[in-house]
């Protein structure tokens, strides 16, 4: 069965499985491999009675906890445990610390404590058995910890192991998980097929509930698949048939009605999701309460109920039911605050600020949307994560690898079959032949290395000397942009400063107008130039270190640039420790740096704002921050301000020109004193810049310049 997961108005929903379908895999595979009394595949007769009396645990909740410890005290009076037996006892904690306690991290230890039994397996059927649970088991733990690509792998190498038994059940377990990650990838019409085989392979399964609830989930998923696909017209005929499956085994399951009430409430609340996106609101809202009804009771999938609780909020701030919204949210805060759900608190976050801007209360409208932005932020780094991993590249990876292990497999029998032939002198014939044979392919693959290494060593040298002359061009072009530069830099000089002379004589207006535009070219033109030589220099000029009173650099370089922000009635505030820190650091970059940063402030800031330069001592180093209530950088262009030449320059709130070579230099200072230069920007709000330089030990420093 599939409920739904909302990030953050994303229109991204994810299914997910209930804790049943780990109950029921348990059963699978300890059904699989009881046939005997012996170490070889079952459980011996003591453990036996331990699993039942664990089964009967299960059924409540409640007792879930007193059943692991039942299960610790009385696995140790077994004196001699079979495999299985051992392989079990980590598995069943498996469960409980994934399902019941929610902790991951001890079931990826609890999954690897089941590989590594199963690795001690006594027969080949036991093996394959075993090893196929424990490595779905550490991909499920994997994919709880986010972990996808070793998810994907362990999933995989299950699926081969239970592909060789053609057990279908194992199999229709690999599609279901399949069917989740190309879901979670986007791959909407993937894991639409994946969840249709996984059905089709379930019809092989014994007629109980176990199998009946997992089809009626699987169900729900193709349509929940064809849905954020854009096929509503495929979405609604599954989830009919979800509901017409689950109606139609009332009678049959009548003593488990709430299960089936529950299975109901998720297709109702997918079915009113779906209403949502085609426009019909009265039957969405009907669907969405409807599932909202069934899933709050006590026992039931409560976070279902809250995220679809968050869809009919949406709809209500949608038509602008400003009541019907403030109450519904109400409502759910006194949930979250009872049962923590980060995807409905993230999207709970954001209706509240919009609630507010609507109350025209800004103040309570930017303190839930800068909640909401720091709880996406998570949330979205979470879903790019996952969407780095390729399944189908990794899927033909592995099958490559399955192959090579497959070849492997067979050279060693064949080289089995040549000892065997030898101890028994019956084949020494045809052992000659295949050591002449041997021999020659021997000489063949020696030969064949060798005109391989030959051809490597050519291109090797064909690469060093292409490296060697892009390195001299490089220079050259340097070279040559540092004398057309310097060659510019002088008549440029000489026309500003003839130009602001000739301003202070009598002219008319519209050539005073024309000599100021000369005057203000020409020093544009020339801090262009003293940029691009400072870009050429800092790539490849050695630092000269000394050891710096920060504060009082930071001080200087705030100091000299008073006036400038003057120009623009800005006042810049300094906040130094009371200890100032000894930095060993070039001087005179570090200055360019503070100053490149508060002249970008000036710039970007609007007249009579105030800009903050400040310096943190820490652990490891010390933290220049220079922060604006400027214009902000839209995310867009964050990525790109510390690219030379970039496309992102924009023109200051005076009209100033940008260049966009200042944030390159300073990365480039930067990162030669081994910190690092970042970034935080809200448009319309300003920009802080962060400057992390680290310490140095001092006898290390002494020692070096020795």
Not at 6 to 34: D, E, M, Q, T
Not at 343 to 364: H, I, P, V
Request: hydrophobic letters at 40%; proline letters at 2%; aromatic letters at 12%.
């Amino acid at each position: 069965m599939s409920s739904i997961k909302s990030i953050a108005f994303n229109n991204k929903y994810y299914p997910r499985s209930i804790g049943l379908r780990a109950v029921i895999f348990v059963v699978l595979f300890f059904c699989a491999c009881s046939y005997n009394n012996k170490d070889d595949g079952n459980y011996s007769k003591p453990f036996t009675a331990i699993f039942d009396t664990i089964n009967n645990y299960q059924q409540l909740k409640s007792r879930q906890s007193a059943g692991t410890r039942y299960l610790d005290s009385a696995f140790k009076q077994i004196k001699n445990p079979f495999t299985n037996d051992r392989f079990r006892f980590y598995g069943l904690h498996f469960v409980y610390e994934r399902k019941v306690t929610h902790n991951s991290k001890k079931a990826l230890a609890y999954a690897d404590s089941m590989l590594a039994v199963a690795k001690q397996s006594v027969t080949r059927h036991q093996y394959q058995v075993n090893y196929a649970e424990a490595n779905f088991a550490l991909g499920d733990a994997y994919f709880d910890l986010s972990q996808f690509s070793n998810a994907y792998k362990c999933f995989y190498q299950g699926y081969f192991i239970g592909k060789r038994l053609l057990n279908n059940q194992i199999l229709a377990e690999y599609t279901y998980r399949m069917g989740m990650v190309s879901f979670k990838q986007a791959h909407y019409l993937d894991a639409a097929a994946y969840f249709k085989l996984s059905y089709n392979q379930s019809q092989n399964f014994k007629n109980g509930f176990k199998t009946f609830y997992q089809r009626q989930e699987l169900l729900d998923n193709i349509g929940e698949s064809y849905k954020n696909a854009g096929k509503t017209d495929s979405a609604a005929i599954y989830f009919k048939k979800a509901l017409e499956y689950i109606d139609s085994n009332n009678a049959r399951f009548s003593n488990l009605a709430g299960m089936l009430e529950i299975a109901r409430g998720v297709v109702y609340g997918n079915q009113g999701d779906m209403a949502l996106m085609t426009g019909d609101y009265a039957q969405a809202e009907q669907m969405l309460k409807s599932s909202i009804a069934i899933n709050l009771k006590k026992g039931n999938d409560n976070k279902d109920a809250q995220l679809t609780e968050i869809k009919l909020a949406r709809m209500y701030l949608e038509l602008n039911r400003q009541n019907d919204l403030y109450l519904l949210l109400k409502k759910l805060r006194s949930q979250l605050d009872s049962l923590p759900n980060n995807d409905a608190e993230t999207s709970w976050n954001y209706l509240m600020s919009k609630y507010c801007q609507q109350k025209n209360d800004s103040k309570g409208a930017l303190i839930y949307l800068k909640r909401y932005s720091a709880q996406k932020d998570s949330l979205v780094k979470l879903d790019n994560s996952l969407k780095r991993t390729d399944v189908t590249t990794q899927q033909a990876n592995y099958d490559k690898q399955s192959e090579i292990d497959s070849l492997k497999d067979y050279n060693k029998r064949q080289l089995i079959f040549i000892y065997f032939a030898v101890l028994l002198s019956i084949m020494a014939v045809i052992i000659i032949f295949l050591i002449f044979r041997n021999m020659k392919q021997s000489k063949r693959d020696v030969l064949a290395i060798k005109v391989l290494n030959d051809q490597i060593n050519y291109q090797k040298k064909n690469l060093v000397k292409t490296l060697n002359e892009l390195h001299s061009g490089s220079r050259e072009k340097d070279r040559i942009l540092r004398t057309v530069a310097h060659d510019l830099r002088n008549p440029l000089g000489g026309i500003a400063a003839l130009s602001a002379a000739m301003i202070e004589d009598n002219y008319t207006p519209d050539q005073q107008e024309m000599l100021t535009l000369i005057k203000e070219t020409s020093y544009n033109s020339l801090e262009l130039i003293n940029e691009i030589l400072e870009a050429t220099n800092s790539g490849t000029a050695a630092l000269k270190k000394e050891w710096v009173d920060i504060n009082a650099l930071t001080a200087s370089s705030v100091e000299l640039l008073r006036f400038k922000a003057a120009d623009k009635h800005q006042s810049i505030n300094l906040n130094l420790p009371p200890n100032p820190a000894q930095v060993f650091i070039s001087r005179e970059k570090i200055w360019r740096v503070i100053s490149n940063l508060v002249t970008n402030a000036i710039k970007f800031s609007h007249d009579g704002s105030s800009i903050t330069v400040g310096v943190k001592n820490q652990e490891e180093g010390i933290k220049i921050i220079v922060k604006d209530s400027g214009i902000g950088i839209p995310d867009k262009l964050k990525q790109q301000v510390f690219n030379m030449f970039t496309d992102a320059k924009r023109v200051g709130t005076a009209g100033e020109k940008s260049f966009g070579l200042g944030l390159s230099i300073c990365q480039q200072i930067v990162e030669k004193h081994h910190g690092r230069i970042w970034l935080e920007s809200t448009v319309g709000e300003g920009t802080t810049f962060y400057v992390f330089l680290p310490f140095e030990d001092k006898e290390t420093v002494l020692n070096a310049v020795s």
